[in-house]
């Protein structure tokens, strides 16, 4: 895919949504990296329901381990994996006290430290909660990025690498937001819905349901 062809398809991404942002509910870096660990292999709407019980009653690091993690986990139980993740967080909560007086690091490195983050949430964390121009890879975005032709790769991470290279300045910021939804609700795995795709006609996919 041409560059002239992939910009079109970014120009037409913010034109139909300008300002697009994760559908996950956070007010604060720290909120936000609970939610994305919760996140993992369930759907933001779950995490949300949990989440909008529990930050009322714990939003920071010492807050949650107050509650404690036997409390933590009747908050989140319905998630999936939830018990992992509750172990995450506590232990990522104690190392943000220890380590960075209880403020989410802005830097990669010591996002990835914590436990419950890898490469993924720690580019959820540096592009919505500090703004910066890293693209996370997740499932849809894979598939999007492959599927369109836009940025092929065999793994998340040669994906990532190919979209960072790929995409214009401009748009990147923007980028992994809008390649989710686009395939949250319109490049579906089973069966994308190209007849109501607006970059159908730049879509290099070979097997169009048109």
Same mark, same amino acid.
């Given at each position: 895919?041409?560059?002239?062809? /992939?910009r079109?398809i970014? %120009?037409r991404?913010r034109?139909?949504?300008?300002?697009?942002?994760t559908?996950?509910?956070? #007010? =604060?870096p720290?909120?936000?990296l609970?939610?994305?660990?919760?996140?993992?292999?369930?759907?933001?709407?779950?995490?949300?329901?949990? %989440?909008?019980? +529990?930050?009322? $009653?714990?939003? %920071?690091?010492?807050a949650?381990?107050?509650?404690?993690?036997?409390?933590?986990?009747?908050?989140v139980?319905? @998630? !999936?994996?939830? &018990? =992992? &993740?509750?172990?995450? @967080?506590?232990?990522a909560?104690?190392?943000?006290?220890?380590?960075?007086?209880? &403020?989410?690091? /802005?830097? #990669?490195?010591?996002?990835?430290?914590?436990p !419950?983050?890898? #490469? &993924?949430t720690a580019?959820v @964390?540096?592009?919505?909660?500090?703004?910066?121009?890293?693209?996370? *890879?997740d499932?849809?975005v894979?598939?999007?990025?492959?599927? =369109?032709?836009?940025?092929?790769?065999?793994?998340?991470?040669? $994906?990532?690498n190919n +979209?960072?290279?790929? *995409?214009?300045?401009?748009?990147k910021?923007?980028?992994?937001?809008w390649?989710?939804?686009h395939?949250?609700?319109?490049?579906?795995?089973?069966?994308?819905k190209?007849?109501?795709? +607006?970059?159908?006609?730049?879509?290099?996919y070979?097997?169009? =349901?048109?």
């Open positions: 895919m041409n560059l002239a062809k /992939r079109e970014f %120009t991404f034109a139909a949504k300008p300002h697009p942002k559908e996950l509910e956070y #007010r =604060t720290f909120e936000l609970v939610a994305v660990i919760l996140s993992a292999q369930a759907t933001d709407v779950s995490v949300n329901a949990a %989440t909008r019980i +529990l930050f009322p $009653v714990a939003n %920071t690091p010492q949650l381990l107050d509650l404690g993690e036997e409390k933590l986990r009747e908050y139980q319905r @998630i !999936g994996l939830y &018990k =992992t &993740k509750t172990r995450h @967080i506590m232990q909560c104690k190392l943000l006290l220890e380590r960075h007086g209880g &403020k989410v690091p /802005r830097a #990669r490195e010591a996002l990835e430290a914590l !419950g983050v890898g #490469r &993924k580019n @964390i540096l592009n919505t909660a500090f703004g910066q121009p890293t693209i996370a *890879v499932t849809h894979f598939r999007v990025a492959n599927r =369109t032709g836009i940025a092929p790769g065999k793994d998340v991470l040669e $994906v990532e +979209l960072l290279k790929s *995409v214009p300045d401009e748009f910021h923007d980028a992994h937001h390649l989710i939804l395939g949250r609700y319109v490049c579906q795995a089973r069966k994308p190209c007849s109501e795709c +607006l970059i159908a006609d730049l879509c290099e070979k097997e169009k =349901t048109i």
